[in-house]
């Protein structure tokens, strides 16, 4: 069984930076593709970022330029750092994991989930 665990949200101003991270266990964590999205209060799941098995990444254009995501093999941790932060990034942060090959940006292509970390942004 693979189990996600978040940290890392909080409360932030607008501009400022915060960096989220999700620790995986229960198999190998350098089979998995790595994603994070993000769901706010009345709105679908969307993407946010993805890291594939060898280090590729895909961003959604609303985070292109701001958000970074990172993988440390060692530590079984993906990372989302985000910077210049807006009212509009607020919401529950997602980490989910599939050993499906290169970035996805479906959910429904993702087999585990974490429980999710909330980031708020106050403007």
């Known amino acids: 069984q693979v189990q996600l665990v978040e940290s890392g949200g909080g409360l932030v101003q607008a501009g400022g930076s915060l960096r989220v991270s999700c620790v995986v266990s229960?198999?190998?964590?350098?089979?998995?593709?790595l994603g994070w999205f993000r769901q706010a209060p009345g709105k679908e799941r969307e993407f946010v970022a993805a890291i594939s098995q060898n280090g590729g990444k895909d961003y959604a254009d609303s985070v292109k330029d701001r958000f970074t995501i990172s993988r440390d093999n060692a530590k079984n941790t993906v990372y989302l750092q985000m910077n210049s932060l807006k009212s509009e990034d607020t919401a529950g942060y997602y980490c989910?994991?599939?050993?499906?090959?290169?970035?996805?940006?479906?959910?429904?292509?993702?087999?585990?989930w974490g429980q999710g970390t909330q980031v708020t942004v106050s403007s």
């Open positions: 989910a994991a599939t050993r499906r090959l290169g970035a996805r940006r479906s959910a429904s292509e993702y087999d585990y």
């Open positions: 229960g198999r190998t964590f350098s089979w998995y593709m």
